[in-house]
């Protein structure tokens, strides 16, 4: 799959999920360095994957997240980027963001591996969602064409509300 930056064309590595698909597992690193697995977490579920925090559109979507997650008192979001923690923890701080988790790619790429959202020409992540229900589902899968582009905010909060 092929997404852009700024009309340029880049290469996503791995197989990209989509609606049906099982979520596959992953290690990432939590801010405190503790990590985090598919098997922590439970119920309906929202990951996002982000080039870097320190970005304006990841900014921009990761705060409305954060803002709009009290419309889903049920649903937990996870963002995923290569940042290191502690920036993220940093960002997560200077932001004022405590409803979004933020988890590091940065030692494994087993999220990256098991989502297809390496940017294999950048070696960062792609602007991607996906929507996973409490069985481990794949209910929404969106890989955002044009990487400085936000995503699909309603469709995202519509599939949790109804997974």
Known sequence: MTVTFKGNHLTLSGTQLQAGDTFKDFAVAKNDLSPLTLGDTSGVRIFLTVPSL????????????????????????????????FAQARWCGAAGVASVIT??????????????TMIKELGLLTRAAFVVDASGKVVYAEYVAEITEEPNYEAILGAAKNA
Request: aromatic share 6%.
């Open 54 to 85: 320190d970005t304006p559109t990841c900014d921009t979507e990761v705060r409305e997240f954060n803002k709009r997650a009290g419309e889903l008192p049920n649903v937990s979001i996870c963002t995923v980027s290569l940042d290191l923690p």
């Open 103 to 116: 988890a590091s790619d940065y030692k494994d790429r087993s999220f990256a591996e098991a989502t297809g």
